[in-house]
């Protein structure tokens, strides 16, 4: 009996001892797969999974309620960079000057009276994420697309409801 009860607790720590997989195989594992555009034109429902592509636009969001916003700093070049890929950010920050709106939205902030961020379409190392918002009354959407650089996901483009983009209103 004593036998038995010896064998099976060390069976339990065994299994409690397995390592699991490192965070960087994950990763790799994740940019592995090839892009696929038909991936991303399919829109997820409201109830599929999140991921890691929209906590990202649910944390750009939850940044620009509080007085970190990326859009809006011009002491924190870090912080634009840890939402944006490196060519966005560079374009966000050399623009601070010339743009006086919020990009976000583009939009006035008195406008916006709520907005949610649907899961994301993900297709190897691209993602698209669309943010609903209301603005007067009416519903309007923005398209957002990810790239995943180093096993991270960072905003390349914004499309907004005009069909004007992030990186036109900068250029201008």
Same mark, same amino acid.
């Given at each position: 009996?004593?036998?038995?009860?010896?064998?099976?607790?060390?069976?339990?720590?065994?299994?409690?001892?397995?390592?699991?997989?490192?965070?960087?195989?994950?990763?790799?594992?994740?940019?592995?797969?090839?892009?696929?555009?038909?991936?991303?034109?399919?829109?997820?429902?409201?109830?599929?999974?999140?991921?890691?592509?929209?906590?990202?636009?649910?944390?750009?969001?939850?940044?620009?309620?509080?007085?970190?916003?990326?859009?809006?700093?011009?002491?924190?070049?870090?912080?634009?960079?840890?939402?944006?890929?490196?060519?966005?950010? /560079?374009?966000?920050?050399?623009?601070?000057? &010339? +743009?006086?709106?919020?990009?976000?939205? @583009?939009?006035?902030?008195?406008? #916006? $009276?709520?907005?949610?961020?649907?899961? /994301?379409?993900?297709?190897?190392?691209?993602? &698209? +994420?669309?943010?609903?918002?209301?603005? @007067?009354?009416?519903?309007?959407? #923005? $398209?957002?697309?990810?790239?995943?650089? /180093?096993?991270?996901?960072?905003?390349?483009?914004?499309?907004?409801?005009?069909?004007?983009?992030?990186?036109?209103?900068?250029?201008?």
């Amino acid at each position: 009996m004593k036998t038995i009860l010896f064998l099976v607790a060390v069976f339990l720590i065994l299994i409690g001892c397995q390592s699991k997989p490192k965070q960087q195989d994950v990763a790799s594992e994740a940019t592995t797969v090839p892009d696929s555009a038909s991936s991303l034109a399919k829109r997820p429902g409201p109830d599929a999974p999140r991921s890691a592509a929209d906590r990202l636009v649910r944390a750009l969001y939850f940044e620009h309620q509080k007085t970190d916003n990326p859009f809006r700093t011009t002491t924190d070049r870090a912080l634009v960079e840890q939402f944006f890929t490196k060519e966005t950010a /560079a374009r966000i920050w050399n623009g601070k000057t &010339v +743009v006086k709106k919020d990009l976000l939205f @583009n939009a006035p902030d008195n406008k #916006i $009276k709520k907005a949610w961020v649907e899961p /994301a379409a993900v297709g190897g190392s691209r993602a &698209v +994420v669309y943010t609903t918002f209301e603005e @007067n009354g009416s519903k309007k959407e #923005i $398209k957002l697309e990810l790239n995943q650089l /180093a096993g991270r996901w960072r905003i390349s483009e914004i499309t907004y409801p005009d069909g004007s983009t992030l990186t036109e209103l900068l250029s201008k």
